[in-house]
Protein backbone atom coordinates (compact mmCIF):
# COMPACT_ATOMS: atom_id res chain seq x y z
CA UNK A 1 0.00 0.00 0.00
CA UNK A 2 1.44 3.46 -0.55
CA UNK A 3 0.68 6.58 1.08
CA UNK A 4 0.25 10.24 -0.90
CA UNK A 5 0.34 12.00 2.74
CA UNK A 6 1.94 12.13 5.56
CA UNK A 7 -1.10 11.03 7.30
CA UNK A 8 -3.50 8.31 5.71
CA UNK A 9 -7.53 8.97 5.44
CA UNK A 10 -8.23 6.48 8.04
CA UNK A 11 -5.84 7.72 10.65
CA UNK A 12 -8.25 10.19 11.81
CA UNK A 13 -11.51 8.43 11.43
CA UNK A 14 -14.02 8.35 14.75
CA UNK A 15 -13.70 5.91 16.80
CA UNK A 16 -15.57 2.86 15.30
CA UNK A 17 -17.28 -0.19 17.25
CA UNK A 18 -15.50 -3.85 17.74
CA UNK A 19 -16.63 -6.34 15.15
CA UNK A 20 -17.36 -9.64 17.50
CA UNK A 21 -16.15 -12.84 15.12
CA UNK A 22 -16.60 -16.10 15.65
CA UNK A 23 -15.45 -19.45 14.64
CA UNK A 24 -13.98 -20.89 11.23
CA UNK A 25 -16.99 -22.01 9.02
CA UNK A 26 -16.51 -25.28 7.24
CA UNK A 27 -16.04 -25.27 3.55
CA UNK A 28 -19.21 -26.52 2.02
CA UNK A 29 -19.69 -27.27 -1.69
CA UNK A 30 -23.35 -26.80 -2.68
CA UNK A 31 -23.53 -30.07 -5.77
CA UNK A 32 -27.42 -30.41 -5.85
CA UNK A 33 -30.19 -27.73 -4.78
CA UNK A 34 -33.44 -28.15 -2.90
CA UNK A 35 -36.13 -26.74 -4.83
CA UNK A 36 -38.62 -27.76 -1.77
CA UNK A 37 -39.06 -24.85 0.73
CA UNK A 38 -37.07 -25.85 4.33
CA UNK A 39 -38.43 -24.81 7.11
CA UNK A 40 -36.64 -20.92 7.79
CA UNK A 41 -37.00 -21.52 11.66
CA UNK A 42 -34.75 -24.03 11.72
CA UNK A 43 -30.55 -23.15 11.68
CA UNK A 44 -27.83 -25.02 10.33
CA UNK A 45 -25.03 -25.95 13.48
CA UNK A 46 -22.60 -23.89 11.45
CA UNK A 47 -24.36 -20.83 10.97
CA UNK A 48 -25.85 -20.15 14.12
CA UNK A 49 -23.26 -17.42 15.53
CA UNK A 50 -24.39 -15.12 12.38
CA UNK A 51 -26.21 -12.21 13.35
CA UNK A 52 -29.26 -11.86 10.04
CA UNK A 53 -30.19 -9.17 11.83
CA UNK A 54 -46.06 13.66 -14.25
CA UNK A 55 -46.63 12.57 -17.48
CA UNK A 56 -43.57 14.08 -20.14
CA UNK A 57 -43.83 14.44 -23.80
CA UNK A 58 -42.57 11.07 -25.82
CA UNK A 59 -39.68 11.19 -27.24
CA UNK A 60 -38.08 9.01 -30.14
CA UNK A 61 -35.33 7.55 -31.36
CA UNK A 62 -32.93 5.02 -30.01
CA UNK A 63 -31.43 4.55 -26.62
CA UNK A 64 -27.60 3.64 -26.42
CA UNK A 65 -26.49 1.61 -23.40
CA UNK A 66 -26.92 -1.37 -21.17
CA UNK A 67 -29.93 -3.24 -23.60
CA UNK A 68 -29.70 -6.53 -23.62
CA UNK A 69 -31.29 -6.64 -27.09
CA UNK A 70 -31.21 -3.03 -28.88
CA UNK A 71 -34.21 -2.50 -30.96
CA UNK A 72 -35.63 0.71 -33.02
CA UNK A 73 -37.64 3.07 -31.25
CA UNK A 74 -36.36 2.00 -27.80
CA UNK A 75 -38.58 5.00 -26.35
CA UNK A 76 -42.25 4.25 -26.26
CA UNK A 77 -41.56 0.32 -27.06
CA UNK A 78 -42.90 -0.07 -23.25
CA UNK A 79 -45.58 2.54 -22.96
CA UNK A 80 -48.49 1.88 -20.75
CA UNK A 81 -49.90 3.14 -17.01
CA UNK A 82 -47.15 5.47 -15.60
CA UNK A 83 -47.47 5.32 -11.50
CA UNK A 84 -45.01 7.36 -10.67
CA UNK A 85 -45.60 10.78 -8.16
CA UNK A 86 -42.60 12.93 -9.63
CA UNK A 87 -40.50 12.54 -12.65
CA UNK A 88 -37.09 14.21 -12.91
CA UNK A 89 -36.64 15.12 -16.66
CA UNK A 90 -33.30 17.41 -16.95
CA UNK A 91 -31.23 14.83 -18.37
CA UNK A 92 -30.55 14.13 -21.95
CA UNK A 93 -29.35 10.59 -22.21
CA UNK A 94 -29.91 7.82 -20.44
CA UNK A 95 -29.24 8.37 -16.61
CA UNK A 96 -26.99 5.62 -15.36
CA UNK A 97 -27.38 5.80 -11.25
CA UNK A 98 -28.93 7.44 -8.80
CA UNK A 99 -28.33 7.61 -4.00
CA UNK A 100 -30.76 9.32 -1.66
CA UNK A 101 -28.77 11.27 1.44
CA UNK A 102 -28.67 8.66 3.93
CA UNK A 103 -29.92 10.96 6.82
CA UNK A 104 -32.65 12.78 5.72
CA UNK A 105 -33.89 10.52 2.25
CA UNK A 106 -34.97 14.08 0.91
CA UNK A 107 -32.27 14.31 -1.40
CA UNK A 108 -31.42 12.57 -4.57
CA UNK A 109 -28.16 12.81 -6.92
CA UNK A 110 -28.60 10.82 -10.42
CA UNK A 111 -25.79 11.19 -13.02
CA UNK A 112 -25.96 10.42 -16.46
CA UNK A 113 -24.75 9.78 -19.84
CA UNK A 114 -25.14 13.41 -20.94
CA UNK A 115 -21.76 13.74 -18.85
CA UNK A 116 -23.86 15.74 -15.73
CA UNK A 117 -24.90 14.39 -12.05
CA UNK A 118 -27.72 17.14 -10.42
CA UNK A 119 -28.86 17.05 -7.16
CA UNK A 120 -32.88 17.65 -6.38
CA UNK A 121 -35.52 17.33 -4.10
CA UNK A 122 -37.82 13.93 -4.01
CA UNK A 123 -41.21 15.65 -3.08
CA UNK A 124 -41.18 17.81 -6.28
CA UNK A 125 -38.61 17.34 -8.46
CA UNK A 126 -36.68 20.76 -7.61
CA UNK A 127 -33.33 20.84 -9.05
CA UNK A 128 -30.86 22.07 -6.07
CA UNK A 129 -27.62 22.21 -8.13
CA UNK A 130 -25.43 20.53 -10.78
CA UNK A 131 -22.97 18.89 -9.70
CA UNK A 132 -20.75 20.20 -13.22
CA UNK A 133 -17.66 19.85 -14.63
CA UNK A 134 -17.44 15.86 -16.25
CA UNK A 135 -16.52 15.34 -19.50
CA UNK A 136 -17.92 11.98 -19.64
CA UNK A 137 -20.62 9.73 -18.47
CA UNK A 138 -21.17 10.12 -14.84
CA UNK A 139 -21.83 6.12 -13.36
CA UNK A 140 -21.29 6.86 -9.66
CA UNK A 141 -22.87 8.97 -7.23
CA UNK A 142 -24.00 8.77 -3.46
CA UNK A 143 -23.96 10.93 -0.43
CA UNK A 144 -21.24 10.59 2.45
CA UNK A 145 -23.08 9.53 5.65
CA UNK A 146 -23.77 12.41 7.15
CA UNK A 147 -25.27 13.64 3.80
CA UNK A 148 -23.18 16.95 4.25
CA UNK A 149 -21.05 16.03 0.67
CA UNK A 150 -22.02 14.38 -2.61
CA UNK A 151 -19.79 12.78 -4.41
CA UNK A 152 -19.31 12.24 -8.42
CA UNK A 153 -17.37 9.74 -10.39
CA UNK A 154 -17.61 9.84 -14.15
CA UNK A 155 -16.15 6.77 -16.69
CA UNK A 156 -12.58 8.99 -17.34
CA UNK A 157 -12.27 8.49 -13.64
CA UNK A 158 -12.65 12.29 -12.52
CA UNK A 159 -14.20 12.47 -9.18
CA UNK A 160 -15.58 15.39 -7.69
CA UNK A 161 -16.81 16.12 -4.39
CA UNK A 162 -19.68 19.37 -3.28
CA UNK A 163 -20.72 20.45 0.18
CA UNK A 164 -24.70 20.26 -0.10
CA UNK A 165 -25.64 23.11 2.06
CA UNK A 166 -23.42 25.60 0.16
CA UNK A 167 -23.60 23.99 -3.20
CA UNK A 168 -19.78 24.51 -3.69
CA UNK A 169 -17.14 21.77 -5.13
CA UNK A 170 -14.98 21.17 -2.21
CA UNK A 171 -12.45 18.31 -3.94
CA UNK A 172 -11.67 16.52 -6.92
CA UNK A 173 -9.47 13.88 -8.36
CA UNK A 174 -8.49 12.26 -11.64
CA UNK A 175 -7.79 8.61 -10.94
CA UNK A 176 -7.95 5.54 -13.90
CA UNK A 177 -10.63 4.83 -15.63
CA UNK A 178 -13.48 3.92 -12.72
CA UNK A 179 -15.24 1.19 -12.35
CA UNK A 180 -17.16 1.90 -8.19
CA UNK A 181 -17.14 4.49 -5.80
CA UNK A 182 -18.42 4.05 -2.67
CA UNK A 183 -18.76 6.43 0.51
CA UNK A 184 -17.13 5.05 4.17
CA UNK A 185 -19.97 4.29 6.45
CA UNK A 186 -18.77 6.30 9.60
CA UNK A 187 -16.16 9.39 8.40
CA UNK A 188 -16.01 11.97 5.21
CA UNK A 189 -13.93 8.83 3.23
CA UNK A 190 -14.11 7.87 -0.44
CA UNK A 191 -12.85 4.73 -1.59
CA UNK A 192 -13.02 3.61 -5.51
CA UNK A 193 -11.61 1.19 -7.91
CA UNK A 194 -10.72 1.54 -11.26
CA UNK A 195 -9.03 -0.29 -14.07
CA UNK A 196 -5.62 -0.80 -13.23
CA UNK A 197 -6.45 -2.90 -10.40
CA UNK A 198 -6.20 -0.26 -7.52
CA UNK A 199 -8.17 1.08 -5.10
CA UNK A 200 -7.90 4.41 -3.46
CA UNK A 201 -9.16 5.77 -0.36
CA UNK A 202 -9.19 9.80 0.05
CA UNK A 203 -9.77 11.61 3.13
CA UNK A 204 -12.42 14.56 2.09
CA UNK A 205 -11.70 17.74 1.97
CA UNK A 206 -8.21 17.47 3.01
CA UNK A 207 -7.08 15.05 0.25
CA UNK A 208 -4.67 12.63 2.05
CA UNK A 209 -4.64 9.04 -0.01
CA UNK A 210 -4.17 5.44 0.04
CA UNK A 211 -3.81 3.12 -2.68
CA UNK A 212 -4.63 -0.61 -2.25
CA UNK A 213 -2.67 -2.53 -5.18
CA UNK A 214 -4.00 -5.56 -6.16
CA UNK A 215 -3.36 -7.63 -9.15
CA UNK A 216 -3.27 -5.93 -13.25
CA UNK A 217 -7.00 -5.95 -13.54
CA UNK A 218 -9.79 -3.77 -13.24
CA UNK A 219 -11.74 -3.60 -9.78
CA UNK A 220 -14.70 -4.47 -10.54
CA UNK A 221 -16.93 -3.84 -7.08
CA UNK A 222 -16.35 -3.27 -3.50
CA UNK A 223 -17.88 -2.73 -0.75
CA UNK A 224 -16.55 -1.31 2.62
CA UNK A 225 -17.61 -3.99 5.70
CA UNK A 226 -20.15 -1.94 8.35
CA UNK A 227 -16.97 -1.74 11.10
CA UNK A 228 -15.65 0.30 8.78
CA UNK A 229 -12.44 -1.40 9.27
CA UNK A 230 -12.35 -3.73 5.93
CA UNK A 231 -13.36 -3.57 2.61
CA UNK A 232 -14.06 -6.52 0.43
CA UNK A 233 -12.86 -5.93 -3.39
CA UNK A 234 -13.67 -8.24 -6.58
CA UNK A 235 -10.95 -8.36 -9.43
CA UNK A 236 -11.69 -8.88 -13.16
CA UNK A 237 -9.64 -11.97 -12.94
CA UNK A 238 -12.05 -13.78 -10.39
CA UNK A 239 -10.14 -12.77 -7.14
CA UNK A 240 -11.61 -11.37 -4.04
CA UNK A 241 -9.51 -9.51 -1.47
CA UNK A 242 -10.72 -8.24 2.05
CA UNK A 243 -8.25 -5.37 3.21
CA UNK A 244 -7.33 -3.88 6.28
CA UNK A 245 -8.00 -0.14 5.56
CA UNK A 246 -5.84 1.28 8.13
CA UNK A 247 -3.04 -1.35 7.74
CA UNK A 248 -3.04 -1.39 3.89
CA UNK A 249 -2.61 -4.93 3.55
CA UNK A 250 -5.02 -7.69 2.37
CA UNK A 251 -6.41 -9.95 5.52
CA UNK A 252 -7.79 -12.71 2.81
CA UNK A 253 -6.88 -13.26 -0.71
CA UNK A 254 -9.45 -15.98 -2.58
CA UNK A 255 -8.14 -17.06 -5.95
CA UNK A 256 -8.63 -20.26 -8.01
CA UNK A 257 -11.48 -22.42 -6.93
CA UNK A 258 -11.81 -20.20 -3.65
CA UNK A 259 -12.55 -17.31 -6.00
CA UNK A 260 -14.27 -16.85 -9.09
CA UNK A 261 -14.14 -18.14 -12.92
CA UNK A 262 -14.56 -15.01 -14.56
CA UNK A 263 -14.78 -11.28 -13.46
CA UNK A 264 -16.86 -10.58 -10.25
CA UNK A 265 -19.58 -8.24 -11.05
CA UNK A 266 -21.32 -7.13 -7.61
CA UNK A 267 -20.85 -7.76 -3.74
CA UNK A 268 -22.83 -7.50 -0.35
CA UNK A 269 -22.24 -8.01 3.32
CA UNK A 270 -24.75 -8.78 5.74
CA UNK A 271 -25.78 -6.49 8.61
CA UNK A 272 -22.73 -7.56 11.00
CA UNK A 273 -20.20 -8.12 8.34
CA UNK A 274 -19.44 -11.67 9.17
CA UNK A 275 -21.05 -12.75 5.93
CA UNK A 276 -19.80 -11.61 2.18
CA UNK A 277 -22.08 -12.41 -0.79
CA UNK A 278 -19.87 -12.43 -4.24
CA UNK A 279 -21.47 -12.32 -7.43
CA UNK A 280 -19.43 -13.16 -11.37
CA UNK A 281 -20.19 -13.54 -15.16
CA UNK A 282 -19.41 -17.30 -13.84
CA UNK A 283 -23.61 -17.35 -12.35
CA UNK A 284 -21.87 -18.28 -9.09
CA UNK A 285 -22.83 -16.57 -6.29
CA UNK A 286 -20.15 -17.81 -3.46
CA UNK A 287 -20.60 -16.64 0.69
CA UNK A 288 -17.73 -16.11 2.59
CA UNK A 289 -17.08 -15.55 5.89
CA UNK A 290 -15.19 -12.16 6.75
CA UNK A 291 -13.50 -13.71 9.49
CA UNK A 292 -11.53 -16.90 7.91
CA UNK A 293 -11.45 -15.54 4.45
CA UNK A 294 -13.36 -19.14 3.83
CA UNK A 295 -16.01 -20.05 1.18
CA UNK A 296 -18.87 -21.75 2.77
CA UNK A 297 -21.59 -21.66 0.45
CA UNK A 298 -21.46 -22.06 -3.30
CA UNK A 299 -24.82 -20.85 -5.38
CA UNK A 300 -26.02 -21.64 -8.53
CA UNK A 301 -29.70 -22.02 -9.79
CA UNK A 302 -30.49 -25.14 -11.62
CA UNK A 303 -31.51 -23.46 -14.81
CA UNK A 304 -28.18 -21.68 -14.91
CA UNK A 305 -25.92 -23.86 -17.53
CA UNK A 306 -22.85 -23.79 -18.16
CA UNK A 307 -21.12 -21.54 -21.33
CA UNK A 308 -19.91 -23.84 -23.52
CA UNK A 309 -16.83 -23.43 -25.01
CA UNK A 310 -17.36 -20.90 -28.21
CA UNK A 311 -15.19 -21.03 -31.49
CA UNK A 312 -13.86 -17.65 -32.41
CA UNK A 313 -15.71 -15.50 -33.64
CA UNK A 314 -18.94 -16.96 -32.11
CA UNK A 315 -21.40 -15.59 -29.21
CA UNK A 316 -23.55 -16.97 -26.82
CA UNK A 317 -26.43 -15.66 -25.16
CA UNK A 318 -24.89 -14.46 -21.91
CA UNK A 319 -25.87 -14.80 -18.23
CA UNK A 320 -24.46 -13.60 -15.09
CA UNK A 321 -25.14 -12.55 -11.91
CA UNK A 322 -26.25 -8.36 -11.64
CA UNK A 323 -26.99 -8.22 -8.27
CA UNK A 324 -27.21 -9.98 -4.60
CA UNK A 325 -28.08 -9.12 -1.02
CA UNK A 326 -28.68 -10.39 2.38
CA UNK A 327 -32.39 -10.35 4.02
CA UNK A 328 -31.71 -8.34 7.57
CA UNK A 329 -34.54 -10.66 9.46
CA UNK A 330 -34.00 -13.79 7.86
CA UNK A 331 -31.52 -16.30 7.03
CA UNK A 332 -32.06 -15.20 3.77
CA UNK A 333 -30.00 -14.17 0.38
CA UNK A 334 -31.35 -13.30 -2.76
CA UNK A 335 -29.41 -13.59 -6.58
CA UNK A 336 -30.36 -11.33 -9.60
CA UNK A 337 -29.18 -13.00 -13.17
CA UNK A 338 -29.04 -11.20 -16.55
CA UNK A 339 -31.32 -13.74 -17.85
CA UNK A 340 -34.26 -12.82 -15.43
CA UNK A 341 -34.10 -15.09 -12.88
CA UNK A 342 -34.24 -13.96 -8.93
CA UNK A 343 -33.13 -16.83 -6.74
CA UNK A 344 -33.66 -16.72 -2.85
CA UNK A 345 -31.26 -18.85 -0.74
CA UNK A 346 -31.78 -20.30 2.60
CA UNK A 347 -28.38 -19.71 3.80
CA UNK A 348 -29.09 -22.11 7.29
CA UNK A 349 -29.67 -25.16 4.75
CA UNK A 350 -27.65 -23.74 1.85
CA UNK A 351 -30.93 -24.90 -0.59
CA UNK A 352 -32.62 -22.89 -3.21
CA UNK A 353 -36.11 -22.08 -1.46
CA UNK A 354 -37.65 -19.75 -4.45
CA UNK A 355 -37.14 -18.70 -7.85
CA UNK A 356 -38.77 -16.16 -9.47
CA UNK A 357 -38.46 -15.24 -13.17
CA UNK A 358 -38.78 -11.62 -14.61
CA UNK A 359 -39.46 -11.26 -17.91
CA UNK A 360 -36.12 -9.48 -18.78
CA UNK A 361 -32.70 -9.50 -17.23
CA UNK A 362 -32.54 -8.02 -13.48
CA UNK A 363 -30.51 -5.00 -13.32
CA UNK A 364 -30.11 -4.67 -9.33
CA UNK A 365 -31.98 -5.64 -5.96
CA UNK A 366 -32.68 -4.25 -2.57
CA UNK A 367 -34.32 -5.57 0.79
CA UNK A 368 -36.43 -3.27 2.46
CA UNK A 369 -35.26 -3.20 6.23
CA UNK A 370 -36.52 -5.07 9.23
CA UNK A 371 -38.65 -7.39 6.44
CA UNK A 372 -38.33 -10.29 3.87
CA UNK A 373 -39.78 -8.01 0.99
CA UNK A 374 -37.18 -8.22 -1.95
CA UNK A 375 -37.30 -5.36 -4.67
CA UNK A 376 -35.99 -5.76 -7.81
CA UNK A 377 -36.05 -3.35 -11.36
CA UNK A 378 -35.30 -4.90 -14.77
CA UNK A 379 -34.65 -4.42 -18.24
CA UNK A 380 -38.25 -3.95 -19.25
CA UNK A 381 -38.68 -0.79 -17.09
CA UNK A 382 -40.73 -2.19 -14.21
CA UNK A 383 -39.83 -2.09 -10.45
CA UNK A 384 -41.52 -5.34 -8.59
CA UNK A 385 -41.74 -6.59 -4.74
CA UNK A 386 -41.49 -10.03 -3.71
CA UNK A 387 -42.59 -11.63 -0.64
CA UNK A 388 -39.40 -14.14 -0.29
CA UNK A 389 -40.62 -16.02 2.03
CA UNK A 390 -43.83 -17.47 -0.15
CA UNK A 391 -41.98 -16.18 -3.45
CA UNK A 392 -44.77 -14.18 -4.72
CA UNK A 393 -45.07 -10.75 -6.59
CA UNK A 394 -46.75 -8.62 -4.17
CA UNK A 395 -46.68 -5.85 -6.76
CA UNK A 396 -44.78 -3.47 -9.23
CA UNK A 397 -44.64 -0.43 -10.53
CA UNK A 398 -44.62 0.88 -14.49
CA UNK A 399 -43.91 4.23 -15.58
CA UNK A 400 -40.20 4.23 -17.95
CA UNK A 401 -40.67 3.57 -21.37
CA UNK A 402 -36.45 2.47 -21.65
CA UNK A 403 -35.22 -0.13 -19.11
CA UNK A 404 -34.03 0.72 -15.62
CA UNK A 405 -30.72 0.94 -15.00
CA UNK A 406 -30.23 1.66 -11.45
CA UNK A 407 -32.92 2.16 -8.53
CA UNK A 408 -32.57 3.07 -4.54
CA UNK A 409 -35.26 2.50 -1.74
CA UNK A 410 -35.52 4.94 1.18
CA UNK A 411 -35.14 3.84 4.96
CA UNK A 412 -38.80 3.87 5.85
CA UNK A 413 -39.07 1.84 2.17
CA UNK A 414 -41.65 4.54 1.48
CA UNK A 415 -40.05 5.67 -1.92
CA UNK A 416 -38.81 3.91 -4.72
CA UNK A 417 -36.26 5.82 -6.43
CA UNK A 418 -35.85 4.62 -10.69
CA UNK A 419 -33.40 5.92 -13.41
CA UNK A 420 -33.46 4.95 -16.87
CA UNK A 421 -32.44 5.08 -20.24
CA UNK A 422 -35.61 6.68 -21.08
CA UNK A 423 -33.38 10.00 -19.89
CA UNK A 424 -35.45 9.86 -16.69
CA UNK A 425 -35.66 9.69 -12.72
CA UNK A 426 -38.96 8.50 -11.47
CA UNK A 427 -39.85 8.39 -7.73
CA UNK A 428 -42.63 5.90 -6.88
CA UNK A 429 -44.34 5.85 -3.45
CA UNK A 430 -44.85 2.44 -1.82
CA UNK A 431 -47.30 2.20 0.97
CA UNK A 432 -47.24 -0.09 3.71
CA UNK A 433 -50.55 -2.38 4.63
CA UNK A 434 -50.76 -3.47 8.69
CA UNK A 435 -48.14 -6.52 9.46
CA UNK A 436 -50.57 -8.58 10.15
CA UNK A 437 -51.27 -9.07 6.48
CA UNK A 438 -48.03 -10.60 5.98
CA UNK A 439 -45.89 -7.42 4.49
CA UNK A 440 -48.35 -6.83 1.97
CA UNK A 441 -47.37 -3.85 -0.42
CA UNK A 442 -49.99 -1.80 -2.05
CA UNK A 443 -49.86 1.72 -4.28
CA UNK A 444 -50.66 4.75 -3.06
CA UNK A 445 -54.44 5.29 -4.80
Known sequence: MESESESGAAADNPPLDTLSFHGDEEI???????????????????????????????????????????????????EGPD???????????????????????TLAVTGGEDDKAFVWRLSDGELLFECAGHKDSVTCAGFSHDS??????????????????????????????????????????????????????WKVPNGDCKTFQGPNCPATCGRVLPDGKRAVVGYE?????????????????????????????????????????????????KL????????????????????????EGEESESNSVESLGFCSVMPLAAVGYLDGTLA??????QTLRHQCQHQSGIVQLLW???????????????????????????????????????FALSKDASLVVTTSGDHKAKVFCVLSLPRSLGMERRKRD
Open 28 to 78: IEVVELDPGPPDPDDLAQEMEDVDFEEEEEEEEGNEEGWVLEPQEGVVGSM
Open 83 to 105: DSEVTFALHSASVFCVSLDPKTN
Open 148 to 201: TLVATGDMSGLLKVWQVDTKEEVWSFEAGDLEWMEWHPRAPVLLAGTADGNTWM
Open 237 to 285: DGTIRIWDLKQGNPIHVLKGTEGHQGPLTCVATNQDGSLVLTGSVDCQA
Open 288 to 311: VSATTGKVVGVFRPETVASQPNLG
Open 344 to 349: IYDLST
Open 368 to 406: EAGTAVVYTCSLDGIVRLWDARTGRLLTDYRGHTAEILD
